[in-house]
C-alpha cells in the first residue's frame, strides 16, 4: 500500500457519547486513514456508522458485516463477529484508560462499491493491555462522505480523530 498521506480533517470532544467526522471522504482518494484517540474509562467497545452524501447516519437495516479478534495480555484471546448489524463494532475496542485505534476505509465515496474497513487497535482493559483486530463491510454501494464514532454506554472522556487521505 502507498504511504503517502494528505491530510484531510481533524475532529474532537470531550464528554460526548458520539463524534461526527463530516465530509471527509470524497473523490480525491480511494484509499483512508483513520486515527483515533480516545479514552471513556468504562470499558465500552466504539462503534461505527457511516454518513452518505445526503448527511444521513446509516443506522438502521442490516447493511454492516464485521469480525473482531481480541488479544489479551493475560494470554487469552476472544472474537466477535456479526453479518447484517447496525454498525461497525469493535473498531476500537475496550479502554479504561486510553485506545488508540488506526483505520482504514476503502472505496468510501465509490457508489458503485461496497465500503470496506480494517483496523488495529490498542487499550488498556481494566489493569492489562489489549490489542484488537478487525475487518469490516458496509454492504450498500452508496457515496460514503463521513463517519460517526460513537461509544456504547457512556460518554468519551475524550476524543480526537484525524483523517487522512493516501495516495
Do not use: W
Not at 465500552?44 to 489479551?72: C, F, H, M, P
Not at 460514503?144 to 480523530?161: A, P, Q
Amino acid at each position: 500500500m502507498a504511504t503517502n498521506l494528505q491530510f484531510i480533517k481533524s475532529a474532537s470532544g470531550s464528554s460526548v457519547s458520539s463524534l461526527q467526522i463530516t465530509d471527509c471522504f470524497n473523490a480525491n482518494y480511494d484509499v483512508y486513514k483513520v486515527v483515533i484517540d480516545n479514552d471513556n474509562g468504562s470499558n465500552n467497545d466504539l462503534y461505527i456508522r457511516v454518513i452518505n452524501d445526503s448527511g444521513t447516519v446509516i443506522s438502521s437495516g442490516s447493511k454492516y458485516d464485521y469480525a473482531n479478534l481480541e488479544l489479551n495480555q493475560s494470554g487469552s484471546f476472544g472474537q466477535n463477529k456479526n453479518t447484517g448489524y447496525q454498525e461497525f463494532r469493535g473498531i476500537g475496542y475496550q479502554a479504561t484508560t486510553g485506545n488508540v485505534t488506526v483505520a482504514y476505509f476503502y472505496n468510501p465515496y465509490n457508489s458503485s462499491s461496497h465500503t470496506f474497513a480494517m483496523s488495529q487497535s490498542t487499550s488498556m482493559y481494566t489493569t492489562s493491555l489489549r490489542g484488537g483486530k478487525s475487518i469490516g463491510v458496509y454492504k450498500n454501494a452508496d457515496t460514503i462522505t463521513g463517519l460517526e464514532i460513537n461509544e456504547v454506554n457512556s460518554d468519551f472522556t475524550y476524543i480526537n480523530v484525524s483523517v487522512y487521505g493516501v495516495k
